[in-house]
């Protein structure tokens, strides 16, 4: 893989962090409300609520206060939280590695469904069995996230008690087992969005010229469906599957919210709530960063798949 193709990559993400970086500014100062009245109360005075304003720096011109929050971004100085009144940094440095694990571990639950099925109803196509695959997770796609965490944390949690009903763990086993329901809940959504598109690859892949003729040469069909047709057909869910870490992670807001899960997406509730601007734009930036990142990962692994990539 060329160096080149990828500080390409690299310097794409310059422009689309300042982007965000003005974005999240402006809006996080068009809510509702502001950070002193939300700190206050409803029984504080005019006067206070300015007086608390004028600490914050709030009182300034836009332009000044995002003068002075880029050059505090540029020396890695995110701000105190408003209503923590400790550092944002530090919160998130807390916070991001619960929401990192619950990603991952739900994106790694919907490719282990989406890959076996899927690869299923290609090579069962229009019987009742692909029928019944695409049936159920047009059902689960159709369904907000939310729903399925509460149908989830009733019967699962609530009902059978098989899992706990909130909470990080302690561990890798502790959070594989406290996290099992809230990344079920992501990966069944995930898997649903993979399985049509890697189905469709996988039925166009079988009947490639190539395909037909390593059948010919008499290769086992074991060795067919990983080294030719699946390496081909995971092309466009690789991609796919990229583009949707951000809809994972925007997932996670309302999951862990759900599941009282100590993450940045309850992190990021908790600041818009309180109107906790240092805490909203740091969570903001973090998750543009994850995911240019991921972006720029699927990116090369497009590549390795396709060293045709590289020349586009």
């Not at 790694?108 to 469904?113: D, T, V």
Request: glycine share 8%; hydrophobic share 55%.
């Amino acid at each position: 893989m060329h160096s080149n193709y990828v500080l390409k990559r690299l310097l794409q993400i310059i422009p689309t962090f300042l982007a965000v970086m003005l974005v999240v500014f402006l809006l996080v100062r068009l809510l509702p409300g502001d950070p002193a009245s939300a700190i206050l109360g409803d029984r504080a005075t005019a006067d206070i609520v300015e007086r608390t304003n004028r600490q914050l720096g709030l009182d300034q011109p836009l332009p000044t206060q995002f003068a002075l929050f880029v050059w505090n971004l540029l020396q890695g100085n995110l701000g105190d939280s408003i209503s923590l009144k400790v550092p944002v940094l530090r919160l998130i440095g807390e916070r991001l590695p619960v929401t990192l694990f619950l990603t991952v571990y739900a994106a790694a639950l919907g490719l282990l469904l989406a890959v076996p099925l899927a690869v299923l109803a290609a090579v069962r196509r229009n019987t009742w069995v692909d029928a019944l695959i695409r049936g159920v997770f047009q059902v689960g796609l159709s369904l907000p996230v939310f729903y399925v965490a509460l149908q989830l944390l009733t019967l699962l949690g609530a009902r059978l008690g098989w899992f706990p009903i909130g909470g990080y763990g302690s561990g890798t086993l502790g959070h594989l087992y406290h996290l099992f329901l809230p990344a079920l809940t992501l990966g069944l959504n995930l898997a649903a969005v993979l399985v049509r598109t890697l189905r469709s690859s996988v039925i166009e892949v079988i009947t490639a010229e190539y395909v037909e003729f390593a059948r010919a040469k008499g290769l086992r069909p074991r060795l067919i469906m990983t080294r030719h047709v699946l390496r081909n057909a995971l092309i466009p869910t690789v991609t796919l599957l990229g583009l949707n870490i951000g809809a994972l992670i925007g997932g996670a807001v309302i999951t862990e919210t759900v599941f009282a899960i100590p993450g940045v997406g309850r992190l990021m509730v908790d600041a818009i709530f309180g109107r906790d601007y240092p805490v909203i734009q740091g969570l903001t930036l973090t998750f543009a960063v994850i995911v240019s990142l991921v972006f720029l990962l699927t990116d090369l692994i497009h590549a390795r798949l396709d060293p045709r990539t590289e020349l586009s």
